[in-house]
């Protein structure tokens, strides 16, 4: 019998977080591509566009006029997917598999930078840490008003990630509920926590699995390992469960974290400088402006002093970043989630691996500063 080779024979692969299966098809990556392809971005943006309602001193469609900002600004969305309260009871159902529940809170858009022609990859370190700390500010504002029980922060980056303005942006939804994913999540960490059995040898009561997870990956060979890069405070790394073609589940490995909030001045500066890393990276492997959704999962909200450690299940969380990014191929021809993906279970072809080694390569010199 053939020994099994990951790098050619097909397999499934179990993602922790989310407790699904993902099938991995490694041979398949030999296929010629006859589908559709993405046009690429072939104009350069201007610094400043008139018609732009995120640039400095634009009017927005709802007629606010923006201020004449010279870093980041942060204001409610013309067109919130979530209303403030009070919001209204829900009916009765008429049938139990036929129930409602209203959902209430605020969506804020965060612009990261006044030039309308840059993106993350483009930022400075400092520029990125401004971001952040408005992430934090806002996580922290939200996060403690009353009746929000969750914030999201989030980027869409491009057009074929839906989104609709190239000026430099992220959002972050605040709401009542917590969404259907990072509650997976959540209980997730928390059975993996409560299920490691204390020994007097090795005590597991603090078992974290993003953080035995990070060691693991760490303690595999470089050659043949997920890494893509790391700095004193942060890993960026393809999990061994990914998804999409040049995911990155970026997350914090020094210290358990739970959220943006207990960061210290050097895990900011860090955070800071692995964004800067992977964002360019991410460029420079197709030349273009790379897509991706990104978003933030940690504690729903910041911990409260007056709650019980030992009834907060919040206090599994684990602070990490997932970038999905779409392109498979190259800049023009991405991946698409249809058929087996949509009727049976993630499937992808080239391997987490491969993916790392490819991205590892990258210069972080972006390329369009190249001499």
Request: negative net charge; contains cysteine; proline residues 10%.
């Amino acid at each position: 019998m053939t020994d099994f080779d990951p790098t050619t024979h097909p397999h499934r692969r179990f993602n922790p977080l989310t407790n699904e299966h993902i099938l991995v098809s490694p041979h398949r990556t030999k296929r010629p591509w006859l589908g559709q392809t993405e046009p690429p971005q072939t104009t350069a943006l201007p610094e400043y566009d008139p018609k732009c309602y995120l640039c400095p001193g634009n009017s927005r469609t709802s007629g606010e006029k923006n201020p004449n900002y010279d870093h980041t600004f942060t204001f409610e969305n013309d067109f919130a997917a979530i209303l403030h309260p009070p919001a209204p009871e829900a009916p009765v159902p008429a049938h139990p598999l036929l129930t409602v529940e209203p959902v209430y809170g605020a969506c804020d858009v965060v612009i990261f930078h006044p030039r309308h022609d840059l993106t993350m990859a483009r930022l400075s370190k400092s520029e990125i840490g401004t971001v952040i700390n408005e992430w934090i500010r806002i996580y922290t504002s939200r996060g403690t008003e009353p009746g929000i029980e969750y914030v999201q922060i989030f980027e869409n980056k491009g057009s074929m990630m839906g989104c609709s303005n190239p000026h430099p942006h992220g959002q972050v939804w605040s709401m009542s509920t917590i969404p259907s994913i990072p509650a997976q999540e959540l209980k997730s960490l928390k059975r993996y926590a409560q299920s490691q059995i204390p020994s007097q040898d090795a005590p597991r009561e603090n078992a974290c699995l993003l953080c035995e997870y990070a060691q693991a990956e760490i303690n595999t060979p470089g050659d043949t390992g997920r890494i893509v890069v790391s700095n004193e405070h942060w890993l960026a790394v393809v999990p061994w469960w990914a998804t999409w073609p040049f995911e990155i589940l970026l997350l914090p490995y020094h210290r358990h974290i739970g959220s943006i909030d207990e960061l210290n001045t050097e895990e900011k500066e860090a955070f800071a400088d692995i964004l800067y890393r992977i964002t360019r990276r991410y460029d420079n492997l197709f030349s273009c402006s790379f897509a991706y959704s990104m978003g933030i999962h940690q504690r729903p909200v910041p911990a409260k002093a007056t709650v019980d450690p030992a009834d907060d299940d919040n206090k599994y969380a684990h602070l990490h970043l997932h970038f999905d990014p779409p392109l498979l191929r190259s800049a023009t021809v991405r991946k698409f989630l249809v058929g087996y993906e949509m009727m049976g279970e993630a499937q992808r072809d080239l391997t987490p691996e491969q993916a790392a080694t490819r991205l590892r390569g990258c210069s972080e010199v972006h390329y369009l500063e190249n001499p």
